[in-house]
């Protein structure tokens, strides 16, 4: 069983930042990939990026390529989402998520977070 906690989403002005956590509980995190989603009112929940036990394979979103990076510390059982030059359409909640086995776009992860809110005002 793993728990997931998100943290760090917020409000914030278009072009700005944000780095988004998740602590996970658990001793197998480093066995685990990880996923970064999102949902924006209104929308079905969409992938945005996913990094690789390891941490040697990621892959983004177009809509998120070139602005945020996903990474992770196993030693702190936690994973990383910066933000960059963020956009008033990247305002949704955000969730990480964690599976067993390689990772993928799609939401068929084993275990979710509760979500972050993130709010990029124009």
């Known amino acids: 069983q793993v728990q997931l906690v998100e943290s760090g989403g917020g409000l914030v002005q278009a072009g700005g930042s944000l780095r988004l956590s998740c602590a996970a509980s658990g001793r197998t995190f480093s066995t685990y990939s990880m996923g970064w989603f999102r949902q924006a009112p209104g929308k079905e929940r969409e992938f945005v990026a996913f990094?690789?036990?390891?941490?040697?394979?990621?892959y983004y979103a177009d809509s998120v390529k070139g602005r945020f990076t996903i990474s992770r510390d196993n030693a702190k059982n936690t994973v990383y989402l910066q933000m960059n030059s963020l956009k008033p359409e990247d305002t949704a909640v955000y969730y990480c998520?964690?599976?067993?086995?390689?990772?993928?776009?799609?939401?068929?992860?084993?275990?979710w977070g509760q979500g972050t809110q993130v709010t990029v005002s124009s």
């Open positions: 998520a964690a599976k067993r086995g390689p990772p993928t776009l799609g939401t068929t992860y084993d275990y």
């Open positions: 990094i690789s036990w390891s941490g040697g394979n990621t």
